[in-house]
């Protein structure tokens, strides 16, 4: 199968398997493992493996296989399920032994374990605003100012939506407050990013359906949603919750499109560039809400000046080569798209192709 036909897979077992797969490829075997046991659930009377194997629409499109996961290993994160902590460490070798103890779980814990199908994983990860703070470094490297005003749609938990607050090791560039308990150093692979700087005004959020990550069981639900054998990325939730406690992020339950028709209307602090940004979510909008979301865009556009420029971001999935890539337009001077750089999904590295 090529890449660009993965995101459009409708078979339940193919897409089970495809993302076991993937997930060994990525060093996750225990979570390959987990996955890989729904399909021991085929024959299942339970409410969860019904609905899992009745799935109507785009399995991997709508990370189907990931959504159980996330609930899987959340009865393991609540102490609630402990058997599941070999599984994850790689001491249960036997593929039938994980399918018994899946079985078994999806079973016991149905009526807990069927409500994590009924929306997208919430893949909050810090290791993304890599890519965003080095399109800010480009974007104030004579482009636009040096002064943003942020605003990101599908910020979940506002992990990303907080990246001012970060420090960033980009290449040969090192960026962001001293001291702070964040520190981004993904594997910097080609050219480092202009050398200049950023300051973020203002930052806020917007999602359907928002994390609070000072709320101990909703840090818990996003800490599911990340494969135990990423110690790194569970670092790295620790250090946005501790940093949310000094003063969470700003994030507003809205319609995506709905909250960037209106925020794009507001008026705009001269000398400050008004940044719309993304990361890995664009594929879970419905189309009228991308159609509203780039109209409004483009009239921000129209609308902006060499004092009050608009920027758009965009970190999300190739559907023809499954890279994940770094895309950013700018007005008033120009709207084509640029790619700046290539990146992993959870941001263990940047591949930089911007001058």
């Keep these: 199968m090529t890449a660009g036909g993965v995101m459009d897979i409708v078979s339940v077992p193919e897409a089970i398997e495809w993302q076991a797969t993937h997930a060994e490829q990525a060093g996750a075997p225990g979570t390959a493992q987990v996955v890989r046991a729904l399909l021991a659930l085929e024959d299942s009377e339970a409410a969860t493996a019904r609905r899992i194997f009745a799935w109507r629409g785009l399995s991997l499109r709508d990370a189907m296989p990931l959504r159980i996961a996330g609930g899987i290993h959340n009865l393991l994160l609540t102490g609630d399920e402990p058997r599941l902590e070999a599984l994850y460490a790689g001491r249960m070798p036997a593929q039938a032994d994980a399918d018994a103890l899946i079985r078994e779980l999806v079973e016991t814990h149905d009526t807990r374990l069927l409500p994590w199908l009924d929306g997208p994983p919430?893949?909050?990860?810090?290791?993304?605003?890599?890519?965003?703070?080095?399109?800010?470094?480009?974007?104030?490297?004579?482009?636009?100012?040096?002064?943003?005003?942020?605003?990101?749609?599908?910020?979940?938990?506002?992990?990303?939506?907080?990246?001012?607050?970060?420090?960033?090791?980009?290449?040969?560039?090192?960026?962001?407050?001293?001291?702070?308990?964040?520190?981004?150093?993904?594997?910097?692979?080609?050219?480092?990013?202009?050398?200049?700087?950023?300051?973020?005004?203002?930052?806020?959020?917007?999602?359907?359906?928002?994390?609070?990550?000072?709320?101990?069981?909703?840090?818990?639900?996003?800490?599911?949603?990340?494969?135990?054998?990423?110690?790194?990325?569970?670092?790295?939730?620790?250090?946005?919750?501790?940093?949310?406690?000094?003063?969470?992020?700003?994030?507003?339950?809205?319609?995506?499109?709905?909250?960037?028709?209106?925020?794009?209307?507001?008026?705009?602090e001269q000398g400050v560039t008004r940044v719309l940004a993304h990361s890995i979510m664009w594929q879970y909008l419905p189309d009228a809400t991308q159609d509203l979301i780039e109209e409004a865009m483009q009239d921000a556009g129209a609308r902006s000046s060499e004092d009050k420029p608009f920027a758009h971001i965009s970190l999300e999935t190739?559907?023809?080569?499954?890279?994940?890539?770094?895309?950013?337009?700018?007005?008033?001077?120009?709207?084509?798209?640029?790619?700046?750089?290539?990146?992993?999904?959870?941001?263990?590295?940047?591949e930089w192709l911007g001058g």
């Excluded at 800490?223 to 569970?234: D, Q």
């Excluded at 080569?321 to 700018?330: G, N």
Aim: charged share 20%; with cysteine.
């Design 122 to 268: 919430q893949t909050n990860e810090a290791g993304r605003s890599a890519s965003f703070a080095a399109a800010l470094l480009w974007l104030a490297d004579g482009r636009t100012s040096q002064q943003f005003e942020w605003l990101e749609i599908g910020a979940s938990a506002g992990i990303n939506t907080m990246m001012g607050r970060y420090r960033y090791e980009l290449g040969d560039v090192h960026v962001g407050p001293q001291g702070s308990p964040m520190i981004i150093t993904p594997e910097w692979r080609g050219n480092s990013p202009p050398n200049t700087g950023f300051t973020l005004v203002s930052a806020r959020g917007n999602d359907i359906a928002p994390v609070d990550l000072t709320d101990r069981a909703e840090a818990l639900r996003l800490k599911s949603f990340v494969w135990p054998e990423a110690t790194g990325r569970m670092a790295r939730i620790d250090a946005a919750i501790m940093l949310a406690e000094d003063g969470p992020p700003h994030i507003d339950r809205m319609d995506a499109g709905q909250w960037v028709k209106a925020e794009l209307e507001k008026p705009q």
């Design 318 to 350: 190739n559907r023809e080569t499954f890279a994940h890539e770094l895309h950013v337009r700018y007005w008033p001077d120009g709207c084509e798209a640029v790619h700046l750089a290539n990146a992993h999904p959870h941001g263990a590295w940047v």
